[in-house]
């Protein structure tokens, strides 16, 4: 799964419109499922980007 969400952070540095929308679309069709460290909501994001061990951005 890593390489697909690389190759949404590639897209998204080449500005190329088509390739992102296309990138974020294969990454949203995915189940995913973000679970609180401790209390909270389980959220299914809309949008999610992650780009490397260290940084996530995602909208819900």
Same mark, same amino acid.
């Given at each position: ?7 949404? !952070?590639?897209?998204?540095?080449? &500005?190329?419109?088509?390739?992102? %929308?296309? !990138?974020?679309? !294969?990454?949203?069709?995915? *189940?995913?499922?973000?679970?609180p ?6 959220? &299914? *994001?809309? %949008? ?7 940084? !996530?951005?995602?909208?819900?």
């Open positions: 799964m890593s390489r697909l969400f690389d190759a949404q !952070a590639a897209a998204v540095d080449s &500005t190329n419109d088509q390739r992102i %929308i296309e !990138a974020v679309g !294969a990454v949203k069709d995915l *189940p995913l499922k973000l679970y460290l401790e209390q909270g909501e389980v959220i &299914t *994001p809309i %949008i999610i980007q992650i780009r490397g061990a260290e940084k !996530a951005n995602f909208r819900y």
